[in-house]
Nanobody, 123 residues
Framework: QVQLQESGPDLVKPSQTLSLTCTVSGGSITTSYYYWSWIRQPPGKGLEWMGAIAYDGSTYYSPSLKSHTSISRDTSKNQFSLQLGSVTPEDTAVYYC???????????????WGQGTQVTVSS
């Protein structure tokens, strides 16, 4: 069973970069056809797919976030990471890492989820 765990700061100041890491166990992030995504949920709003990194290292981003989002991986640690630059209070949300076999930008299509981590953007 694949398990995912998010880690990172819970408070980020406006204009700074939000950095989160997802540690994966029970499976490899290089397993063929698996996609590893970041998904967030702002307070009172729905789930938003932010982007993904594929088993082969290819990256995919939501068009609305692409200009200040970067997803990378460390295969030696079986981790993948999110960097969201120039954050504003509107980036306050619960951030999830998730995985599924096959590409999707629909959050509910994901089978494996981390527990989520609350990140607040505030001075």
């Amino acid at each position: 069973q694949v398990q995912l765990q998010e880690s990172g700061p819970d408070l980020v100041k406006p204009s700074q970069t939000l950095s989160l890491t997802c540690t994966v166990s029970g499976g490899s992030i290089t397993t063929s056809y698996y996609y590893w995504s970041w998904i967030r949920q702002p307070p009172g709003k729905g789930l938003e797919w932010m982007g993904a990194i594929a088993y082969d290292g290819s990256t995919y981003y939501s068009p609305s976030l692409k200009s200040h989002t970067s997803i990378s991986r460390d295969t030696s640690k079986n981790q993948f990471s999110l960097q969201l630059g120039s954050v504003t209070p509107e980036d306050t949300a619960v951030y999830y890492c998730a995985s599924r076999r096959g590409y999707s930008d629909y959050p509910r299509a994901y089978d494996y989820w981390g527990q989520g981590t609350q990140v607040t953007v505030s001075s």
